[in-house]
């Protein structure tokens, strides 16, 4: 059974450009969260797929889209980059059935200059 | 806002002794919490869990204790071993709804077990 994996590990961009980070979920889940972790805080809930649908959003705004594809892989894009999100990006799968039981990947940190 | 707190950002304890770490949470209508443990370099990993129907949950050396009524839960680790120095976070939710279940995470403690 894999794990969460997440690509890249590292990632450096330039204000007002954007990015697309990747994550494959565990083998069996269907759901997957993403989160934003700032230095020094705990992670923030970004929005979660289920069955490649929006299933729920942070307070995060529309710059930050996602995709989730029918192997339940997932895309988190985000436009227009600010300093501020310069974090670490983490996504988080689970089964719909197994409520609370997350498994994160090792995520990637994006730092923007 | 910050809905889930955890007011400690480090705790060392000897190795064999008790680690206690706390956690304390604004929203009422929380009735879901959970610890993940975070290694450097890993992300967090699920460690015990809590609905709030009980006010304590017990995994070997892991207990959870939830006390509704001061919106407080601690995260017992009875004897405390050298590989359980990591970061911890305790974590928030309300049940599954049509928006999903997001998770409200606090800003974690470290933990350091002296051996």
């Known amino acids: 059974e894999t794990g969460v994996t997440q690509s890249p590990t590292h990632l450096i961009k330039t204000r007002g450009q954007q990015v697309t980070l990747r994550c494959s979920s565990q083998?069996?889940?269907?759901?997957v969260s993403w989160y934003q972790q700032a230095l020094g805080q705990g992670p923030q809930f970004i929005f979660q797929?289920?069955?490649?649908?929006?299933?729920g959003r942070g307070n995060f705004p529309p710059r930050f889209s996602g995709l989730q594809f029918p192997n339940y892989s997932s895309e988190l894009n985000v436009n227009a980059l600010e300093l501020d999100d310069s974090a670490l990006y983490l996504c988080?799968?689970?089964?719909?059935?197994?409520?609370?039981?997350?498994?994160f990947g090792p995520g990637t940190r994006l730092t923007v200059t | 806002d910050q809905q889930v707190k955890q007011n400690s950002p480090s705790l060392s304890v000897q190795e064999g002794r008790i680690s206690i770490l706390n956690c304390d949470y604004t929203n009422s209508m929380f009735d879901y919490f959970l610890w993940y443990k975070k290694y450097p370099a890993e992300g967090p990993t699920f460690l015990i869990s809590i609905s709030s129907i009980k006010d304590k949950n017990e995994d070997g050396r892991f207990t959870v204790f939830l006390n509704k009524s001061a919106k407080h839960l601690s995260l017992h680790i009875v004897p405390s071993q050298p590989g359980d120095s990591a970061v911890y976070f305790c974590?928030?939710?309300?049940?599954?709804?049509?928006?999903?279940?997001?998770?409200?995470f606090g800003t974690g403690t470290s933990l350091t077990v002296i051996p």
């Open positions: 988080a799968s689970s089964h719909s059935g197994r409520f609370g039981e997350q498994y």
């Open positions: 797929y289920y069955r490649e649908e929006e299933n």
């Open positions: 083998s069996g889940h269907n759901t």
């Open positions: 974590a928030a939710s309300v049940r599954p709804t049509n928006t999903g279940n997001q998770f409200y």
